[in-house]
């Protein structure tokens, strides 16, 4: 059983930055990886993936603020997130994806406010 854990989260002001991070039990060569979120009565949205071969993807709403990135060696992929905003509050959960197969973190809290 694949296990994914992220940490991370947590509460910060319009215009502050947090790193979320995704350790991921099993080697991730093999894996999509990428992140979700989900906002209080909203369906969970796709926010950015880091992929095994070809470009990341980027939501437009957090384009040229978020940055996914992944790490080998440590097995873990990684959100960068900068000039937070108010609509950015949401539980982020990472995700790996092997063909069919779907694994998911626990999610971790993000909370922007003054």
């Known amino acids: 059983q694949v296990e994914l854990v992220e940490t991370g989260g947590g509460s910060v002001q319009p215009g502050g930055s947090l790193r979320l991070s995704c350790e991921v039990s099993?080697?991730?060569?093999?894996?999509?990886l990428g992140w979700y979120r989900q906002a209080p009565g909203k369906q969970r949205e796709l926010v950015a993936t880091?992929?095994?071969?070809?470009?990341?993807y980027y939501l437009d709403s957090v384009k040229g603020r978020f940055t996914a990135s992944r790490d080998n060696v440590k097995n873990t992929v990684y959100l960068q997130m900068n000039n937070l905003k108010p609509e950015d509050t949401a539980v982020y959960y990472c995700?790996?994806?092997?063909?069919?197969?779907?694994?998911w973190g626990q999610g971790t809290q993000v909370t922007v406010s003054s």
């Open positions: 099993e080697n991730i060569f093999r894996f999509d």
């Open positions: 995700n790996a994806q092997e063909g069919s197969n779907n694994y």
């Open positions: 880091r992929p095994r071969w070809g470009s990341p």
